[in-house]
């Protein structure tokens, strides 16, 4: 059975690198003993790794422990649930979402902006229509899905 401590190292390793991908570099790589006792302490699990860590890794990590000491509870509890999700995903789900990611962020500017907006619009659904939509995708071919994208946009350009 694992300790208590061993899972809160877990944990806050875990909710430490999810900040780190949400989260820009721009914080400067420090040697451990550089690092202030709140940054020690939320950067415990890698201590006996640090010197090792690439520094571009080491400012992932600083940033993201910076972030984490400004979040309120209820956007620190936001972030474990989503860590909670990611880890219950598997190698497979994990790597497709990064891949995901990478291909959004060299999409040009206004196609992301477009991809955040109908996302918002997503969002603002009501849960039980945010399912429905969900389930009506999941059935559909890939063909049928891009017929019905254009769909969507030609009734969004006639609104």
């Known amino acids: 059975m694992k300790s208590i401590s061993s ?3 877990r944990l806050a390793s875990g909710l430490v690198t999810l900040i780190c991908l949400l989260t820009p570099l721009a914080a400067t790589a420090q040697s451990w003993n ?37 979040m309120n ?8 649930q989503r860590f ?9 789900q994990q790597q497709a979402i990064r891949q995901r990611f990478r291909h959004f962020q060299q999409l040009p500017p206004a196609q992301q902006a477009k ?9 603002r659904l009501p ?12 059935k559909l071919t ?7 994208l254009r769909h969507l946009r030609d009734k969004r350009s006639r609104d």
């Open 142 to 148: 890939p063909d049928q899905r891009k017929r019905w």
């Open 115 to 123: 991809i955040r907006e109908a996302f918002k619009r997503f969002k």
């Open 7 to 9: 899972i809160t190292r």
């Open 34 to 70: 550089e690092l202030d006792q709140e940054q020690r302490i939320l950067l415990k699990p890698f201590e006996s790794r640090w010197g090792e860590l690439e520094p571009d890794k080491r400012e992932l990590l600083l940033r993201g422990a910076e972030r984490w000491k400004t």
């Open 127 to 138: 849960p039980d229509r945010r399912k429905q939509v969900r389930d009506h995708w999941r």
């Open 84 to 92: 909670k999700g990611w880890q219950e995903m598997n190698p497979e």
């Open 73 to 80: 509870p209820e956007q620190r509890e936001k972030i474990k």
